[in-house]
Nanobody, 122 residues
Framework: QVQLVESGGGLVQAGGPLRLSCGAS????????MGWFRQTPGKEREFVAA????????ADSVKGRFTISRDNAKNTVTVYLQMNSLKPEDTAVYYC???????????????WGQGTQVTVSS
């Protein structure tokens, strides 16, 4: 089993930065793919960023502003999403995701975190 716990969400002014963290524990994560998705009310959960080994992938809407990274420890993995130049349209619940494939679509996700709210004020 896998446990994913996000933190770091909150309220930030437009143009400001925010960093999300996701602690992953459970099964061996050394070869796992990790990623971030987000969702707003009435919309489908959408891809934001993913990391597969050392390769990174980003949605066009966040490219150049968001950066995904990870730290691998012996039994845990921490995944970060550094968000810069935030816009009001980035407001959403952000979910950490884990799986075995490149997580650019939600159908490939095997495990989800509980989500953390990010609100960007104009």
């Amino acid at each position: 089993q896998v446990q994913l716990v996000e933190s770091g969400g909150g309220l930030v002014q437009a143009g400001g930065p925010l960093r999300l963290s996701c602690g992953a524990s459970g099964r061996t994560f050394g070869s796992c793919s990790m990623g971030w998705f987000r969702q707003t009310p009435g919309k489908e959960r959408e891809f934001v960023a993913a990391m597969y080994y050392s390769s990174t992938f980003y949605a066009d809407s966040v490219k150049g502003r968001f950066t995904i990274s990870r730290d691998n420890a012996k039994n845990t993995v921490t995944v970060y999403l550094q968000m810069n130049s935030l816009k009001p349209e980035d407001t959403a619940v952000y979910y950490c995701a884990a799986g075995l494939r490149i997580l650019t679509v939600r159908e490939r996700v095997d495990y989800w975190g509980q989500g953390t709210q990010v609100t960007v004020s104009s």
